[in-house]
C-alpha cells in the first residue's frame, strides 16, 4: 500500500536556505568530524540546526536594523524580557516575572554559570543519559561530577526516568539535576505526572532543577510540553529554567537565550555571577528573539510543525520498515532516535552503512552516554524532499536485511 504524506503551509519550507556552506557548522564540518573528504551528494544530518529559510518576521526585523544601521550600545532588555514571558504566556501557559529573567549567550552560557553560581566543584550534577552531550561536556569542564542515570525503555517504546535507582546511586554529594525538558535526543514530551515525581525527587534529596526547555516549542500534536515551573510549582524554590528562541526559529549562531529563577536567593547567586562576568547579549539576538516571539513567529512555527510532521512520519516509517531498525516514536523536536540493536551489526559496520552507502551523516549515538551505544539521531529539520531521499538511501543500504 502506498502511504501519501501531505503538509501545506503557507511559508516556503521547501526551497533550502541559502547558507548551507563552510560556514553552517552542520554542513561545513563533516569532512571534518568524518575525518575525509565526504562524497559530494551526503546529507548533513547530524548538529540540531535547520535548514529552512527563515521566517520572515526574522528577515524583516534584521532589514530594520539594517536600515537603521544602528549596531552601538542599546536598550530594550526590558521590552525583550516581556516577550520572553508573553511567548510563554501564549503559547505554555506559564506567566513567568519578567523581573527574574537574565539574557545569556545560549543555553550553553546558561547552564555554565548555573553550575558555577550555585554548585561547587566536585559536585554531582544528575542527567538522564542518553542526553544532549555537551550536558556531560559542560559538566566535567567546570570540574563537577557527571551522574548518569541511564532512561529506561518501557512497553510502548518510550524512555521513561528510572527515580527508584536513582535514589540508591546517590551518595549525598550531588547537588543539582540538569534536565532536558522536551528530551534531546529522543524527542520525549515529560508528561506532568513525570515532571512532578521529578520534582518530589528534588526536593527529597535536595537537589536544584536545572530545566532546559529549549525544545519547548517543537511539541507535535497530541503531546504538550509543559513548563516544569507550572507542571510541579513545589519545585519553583529550586527551578531554574534555560530556553531560547534559537532551536524553534533556528538562529542558534545569534548566541541568545534567558533564564528564569523565581526563588531570591537563588537568582541573587547567578545575579552576581552574571554581573561579575559582564554578560550582554548582541542586539541582533534581543532584536530576532522579541521579532520570532510575535503573532508571526508563531504562525510560522504552526506551520514549521505541519512540515516536521509529515518529516517525522516519512522517517519513522521508512525507518521501521527496515528489520532490525527501530525509530523511537517522535513527540517532539525534529530528531529521530533510531536504534539499530537488532541488525546484529557492529557499530563500525552500522556506521559504515550509514555514512559511506548511505551517504548521510547522523550524530553516532554513543556521545550522548550510557544508552546511545547502537543509536544514531537523524536530524529531520530540513525540506521534506531531504528526508524522503535520506530514507531511500537507508532502505537501499540495508536492503540485504529486507
Ligand atoms: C537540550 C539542549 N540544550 C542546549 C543546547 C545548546 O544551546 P546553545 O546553542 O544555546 O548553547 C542544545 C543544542 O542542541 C540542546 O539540544
Keep these: 500500500m502506498t502511504t ?34 565526504a562524497p559530494d551528494d551526503m546529507l548533513a544530518m547530524w548538529v540540531a540546526q535547520m535548514d529552512f529559510q527563515p521566517a520572515p518576521c526574522l528577515q524583516d526585523a534584521m532589514a530594520t536594523l539594517m536600515a537603521e544601521g544602528e549596531y552601538g550600545y542599546f536598550n530594550g532588555l526590558d521590552a525583550f524580557f516581556e516577550r520572553i514571558a508573553w511567548w510563554y504566556e501564549t503559547r505554555h ?60 525503555i518501557d512497553s510502548d517504546g518510550l524512555y521513561r526516568m528510572d527515580l527508584e535507582t536513582l535514589s540508591g546511586q546517590l551518595n549525598g554529594t550531588e547537588k543539582a539535576v540538569l534536565f532536558s525538558t522536551p528530551h534531546n535526543p529522543a524527542g520525549r514530551v515529560w508528561e506532568v505526572a513525570e515532571l512532578r515525581a521529578l520534582a518530589a525527587f528534588c526536593e527529597q534529596h535536595d537537589l536544584l532543577l ?43 549562531g545569534l548566541r541568545t537565550g534567558f533564564v528564569i529563577i523565581p526563588n531570591d536567593a537563588l537568582r541573587a547567586r547567578y545575579g552576581k555571577l552574571h554581573a561579575a562576568l559582564d554578560i ?12 520570532a516571539y510575535s503573532l508571526e513567529g508563531a504562525a510560522w512555527v504552526d506551520g514549521l510543525m505541519q ?14 520498515a527496515i528489520p532490525g531498525l527501530t525509530a523511537m516514536p517522535m513527540q517532539s523536536t525534529f530528531l529521530a532516535w533510531v536504534d539499530y540493536t537488532d541488525t546484529g551489526m557492529t557499530s563500525d559496520e552500522i556506521h559504515r552503512r550509514v555514512t559511506q552507502d548511505a551517504r548521510i551523516m547522523p550524530s553516532p549515538g554513543q556521545i550522548f552516554g550510557p544508552g546511545g551505544e547502537m543509536h544514531q539521531r ?23 536485511l529486507q
Excluded at 531531504?386 to 531511500?392: K, P, R
Design 210 to 252: 536545572f530545566s532546559d526547555e529549549i525544545h519547548h516549542d517543537l511539541a507535535f500534536a497530541g503531546h504538550k510540553h509543559v513548563p516544569t515551573a507550572i507542571a510541579a510549582p513545589d519545585v519553583l524554590p529550586r527551578l531554574i529554567t534555560m530556553s531560547a528562541a534559537s532551536k524553534t526559529f533556528d538562529i542558534a
Design 280 to 291: 550582554q547579549c548582541n542586539r541582533v539576538g534581543v532584536d530576532l528573539t522579541c521579532a
Design 4 to 37: 501519501h504524506y501531505t503538509s501545506s503551509t503557507a511559508f516556503d519550507f521547501t526551497t533550502p536556505k541559502a547558507g548551507l556552506g563552510s560556514r553552517n557548522s552542520k554542513w561545513g564540518n563533516v569532512d571534518l568530524f568524518l575525518g575525509h573528504k
Design 93 to 152: 501557559g506559564w506567566s513567568p516575572n519578567s523581573k527574574h529573567m537574565f539574557a545569556t549567550h545560549g543555553i550553553g552560557n546558561a547552564i555554565g554559570m548555573a553550575l558555577q553560581a550555585m554548585t561547587e566543584p566536585g559536585d554531582g550534577i544528575v542527567m538522564f543519559s542518553p542526553v544532549y552531550n555537551e550536558f556531560q561536556g559542560k559538566v566535567e569542564r567546570n570540574g563537577r561530577k557527571v551522574v548518569q542515570s541511564p532512561l529506561v
Design 378 to 400: 537523524i536530524n529531520i529539520g530540513a525540506p521534506t524532499a531531504l528526508v524522503q531521499e535520506a530514507v531511500e538511501r537507508l532502505q537501499s543500504a540495508f536492503s540485504d
Design 307 to 320: 512540515v516536521l510532521d509529515t518529516n517525522r512520519r516519512i522517517l519513522c516509517d521508512g525507518i521501521n
